[in-house]
C-alpha cells in the first residue's frame, strides 16, 4: 500500500533535485549575469561602508551646530568632512573586495538553485541588452530629476512636521528643540553634511 507513495515522493525529490542542481553551464550564465550586475553591487558596498559613517558624523555636525561657537562651526564641520571623506577611501574598497568575492557564493548560487538553465540564458541576455544597459544607465538621472522636483514641493508641507516632531522630542527631553532657531528643517531628500556620536539627550547650546 506504501510503495506507490513513496515513489511518488521519490521521484518528486528527484525532480526538485535535478532542477537545483548545479552544472558549469548555469555556472557560466551565472557568471555572465553577475558581471552585468558588478555595478550594482559595488554600489552596495559603498552605500554599506558610508552608512554607519554618515550617522557618525550627522551626530557630531548637529553637536557642532548646537555647541561650537559660530565663527568655528565652519572649519569643524570641514575637518570633520574630511575625516568621514579619508573614512570612505579605507573603507570602502575593503567592503567592495569582500562584497565581490561572496557575491557568487551568495547571489550566485542562488540564481542557480532558484532558476533553469534555460532561465538563466533568457536572463542574461535580457541584461546583456544594449537598451536595458541603457536603461540602467540613467538610474542616477532618473532618481536626481525626481529628487529634484519632490524635495521643493514637499518643503512648505514637511517643515512644520519636521518642527513639531523636533518640539515634542526637546519637550520629552527636557532641553531646548534644536529646529526652533535655524530657520527651519531640511525636507526629507536634502543633502545633509555628512558628521562622534553625540549625547542621547541633545543638551542645550551654550550661551
Wanted: aromatic share 2%; glycine share 6%.
Amino acid at each position: 500500500m506504501l510503495k506507490k507513495p513513496l515513489l511518488l515522493l521519490s521521484l518528486v525529490a528527484a525532480c526538485t533535485l535535478a532542477q537545483a542542481q548545479s552544472t558549469p553551464a548555469k555556472k557560466a550564465l551565472v557568471e555572465r549575469i553577475l558581471k552585468v550586475q558588478q555595478a550594482g553591487i559595488e554600489q552596495l558596498a559603498r552605500d554599506l561602508a558610508k552608512q554607519p559613517a554618515n550617522e557618525l558624523l550627522g551626530s557630531a555636525i548637529e553637536f557642532v551646530q548646537t555647541q561650537v561657537p559660530a565663527d568655528k562651526r565652519e572649519a569643524m564641520a570641514k575637518g570633520l568632512q574630511e575625516d568621514g571623506d579619508k573614512y570612505l577611501a579605507d573603507a570602502y574598497p575593503l567592503v567592495r573586495e569582500r562584497a565581490l568575492k561572496l557575491a557568487p557564493t551568495t547571489v550566485g548560487a542562488l540564481l542557480e538553485e532558484k532558476f533553469t538553465e534555460d532561465e538563466l540564458k533568457q536572463v542574461a541576455v535580457m541584461l546583456e541588452a544594449p537598451v536595458y544597459l541603457k536603461f540602467q544607465g540613467l538610474g542616477g538621472d532618473m532618481q536626481r530629476a525626481l529628487v529634484n522636483k519632490l524635495v521643493p514641493e514637499l518643503k512648505p508641507q514637511m517643515e512644520p512636521k519636521l518642527r513639531a516632531l523636533d518640539a515634542a522630542i526637546a519637550k520629552r527631553l527636557g532641553v531646548q528643540a534644536a529646529l526652533g532657531g535655524n530657520g527651519g528643517a531640511s525636507a526629507p531628500g536634502a543633502a545633509a553634511p555628512v558628521a562622534p556620536a553625540a549625547p542621547a539627550a541633545r543638551p542645550a547650546p551654550k550661551k
